[in-house]
């Protein structure tokens, strides 16, 4: 019996005509596969523009350079997140400072921001973690201090907040990743800056095109970091069926909820009221994390740990100031955080035998 993988990704044939259709083109950089998949998924998204590019760690220090942050600003990130949230800050010559997330949603902390906010600060990365959307309380707390909100919508595509708003519709500007384990992906890397601010639409296309206008006179720097058509082909296609893929995978995450609540040693993953979560990971909380991989293994059932090193602690940071400082939420959980498989295309029979090896483990 297979193993059932974290992640399996979507590949069929209307993404492979997608693919070859654009390759028989001849068309293959800066067409028009790559501002309709812009165009399309900022519209689904409720954003004015979107902007293809190679992966989500460039949309993220693409975001930094947009909003003119650099040697001198400090920008509030959480911990509890990958890396590249953080050392994007680093890239534009501004500094990091890390802050705490909540203890039960795991996005950044409101109140950990207003303590770590100084005159310098000149922006927020809100990390959708998992999916789950951020404080709603956010953009006005942004916007009374005249911080710049960086969505860092990585893993949550498609999810929507309290008030009805979809990632990347929220902040100043949102960043996403289309790698392969991603709700939505490319056939390969991949990543998009969107934003719903008509000022920064045509900086934003620039930024990826050398920094060049319509007449292809460079008016700013940039460098190339343009999306293939291919890949925004396969994309497009993608976005047509991201709603019935999340569909299916709060499907599966109601299962887990149910067959789990209430379970010694296991914390199911709280939901912000109101919302609606994208589901990129299914995280239990375990007391005993080494015990319940061990056990999910012995079934043939594939998982991981996220974030067991918080960013603040991890070795580039080891000259950092609060490189040994104490994030009590994310100290506690860090290590505890076991995402099993939630992707869309588990059949009926996968969910079961993750299910029953999660309660071999709570029963042994």
């Known amino acids: 019996m297979q193993n059932i ?27 028009p596969e790559g501002q309709a998949f812009g165009q399309e998924f900022a519209a689904m998204c409720g954003a004015h523009g979107g902007t293809p590019c190679q992966s989500g760690s460039v949309a993220l220090w693409g975001a930094l350079n947009l909003l003119d942050i650099g040697p ?30 909540e203890p039960e949603y795991w996005c950044v902390d409101l109140g950990a921001l207003e303590k770590a906010r100084t005159p310098r600060t000149k922006a927020v990365i809100a990390v959708h973690l998992f999916g789950q959307m951020s404080d709603d309380r956010l953009p006005a707390w942004c916007k009374s201090h005249n911080i710049a ?22 902040g100043d500007v949102a960043c996403f990743s289309f ?17 719903h601010r008509v000022d920064l639409v045509a900086r934003m296309n620039a930024l990826v095109n050398n920094g060049r206008d319509a007449r292809l006179e460079a008016q700013s720097l940039g460098s190339n970091f343009r999306m293939s058509e291919v890949s925004a082909a ?9 709603p ?39 995280c239990l909380v375990a007391e005993d994390p080494d ?39 994310t100290d506690d959980i860090a290590h505890r955080l076991v995402a099993i498989p939630v992707f869309h295309e588990m059949t009926d029979d996968e969910v079961a035998r993750v299910v029953d090896a999660v309660l071999a483990f709570a029963q042994p």
Request: hydrophobic letters at 35%; one cysteine or more; glycine letters at 8%.
């Open 179 to 195: 790698f392969p384990s991603k709700n939505l992906a490319v056939g390969g890397e991949g990543g998009m800056m969107m934003t």
């Open 149 to 170: 909100y960086i969505e860092d919508a990585a893993q949550a595509h498609g999810a929507v907040s309290a008030n009805g708003t979809m990632a990347g519709a929220v």
């Open 291 to 329: 015990g319940l991989q061990k056990t999910l293994e012995r079934h043939g059932v594939d998982s991981r740990i996220y974030y067991s090193t918080p960013c603040h602690r991890q070795n580039v940071y080891n000259q950092h100031p609060q490189h040994n400082e104490s994030f009590p939420v």
């Open 5 to 31: 993988p974290m992640a399996r990704p979507t590949w069929d044939d209307e993404m492979l005509a997608a693919a070859v259709r654009t390759l028989n083109s001849r068309h293959w950089v800066k067409g």
């Open 72 to 101: 001198g600003d400090e920008v509030l990130v959480p911990s509890l997140t990958y890396i590249s949230t953080a050392t994007c800050v680093n890239l534009v010559g501004a500094t990091p400072v890390f802050v705490d997330v």
């Open 234 to 242: 396969i994309g497009r296609v993608q976005l047509t069926h991201l």
């Open 244 to 282: 019935s893929w999340l569909e299916r995978r709060r499907a599966i995450a109601q299962r887990y909820h149910q067959a789990f609540d209430g379970i010694r040693g296991l914390t199911t993953p709280s939901v912000r009221p109101g919302t609606k979560h994208a589901w990129h990971q299914y």
